[in-house]
């Protein structure tokens, strides 16, 4: 089992920046980011693999974010850029050892989430 904890939410104005930190312990071999707005599913944002560090990203996220890794502080990093409102969720992070790292069912830990707002 990994322990998850996110961290770095806040609100934040259109075309601001933020950046989430996730720690993690335990053994894995993908460390995804997700979020979740109100009403909606939760949606697969990126994921670094803990090894290569190779990453993916959601098409709309792209040249925005940035998902990096600290594997000596076993830190995660989402480095959002040009933020807009649809952005605005609860965002997680998750732990798995699948190659399908884009299904959150195929996930098999999670942080509590941290609320990123949007607004002007």
């Known amino acids: 089992q990994v322990a998850l904890v996110e961290t770095g939410g806040g609100l934040v104005q259109p075309g601001g920046s933020l950046r989430l930190s996730c720690v993690a312990s335990?053994?894995?071999?993908?460390l995804g980011w997700f979020r979740q707005a109100p009403g909606k599913e939760r949606e697969f944002v990126a994921v670094?693999?803990?090894?290569?560090?190779?990453?993916d990203y959601v098409d709309s996220v792209k040249g925005r974010f940035t998902i990096s890794r600290d594997v000596a502080k076993k830190t995660a990093y989402l480095q959002m850029d040009s933020l807009n409102v649809e952005d605005t969720a609860l965002y997680y992070c998750g732990t798995t050892n699948s190659g399908f790292y884009s299904l959150p069912d195929e996930y098999d830990d999670w942080g509590q989430g941290t609320q990123v707002t949007v607004s002007s």
């Open positions: 670094i693999e803990w090894g290569t560090g190779g990453t």
């Open positions: 335990g053994r894995f071999h993908n």
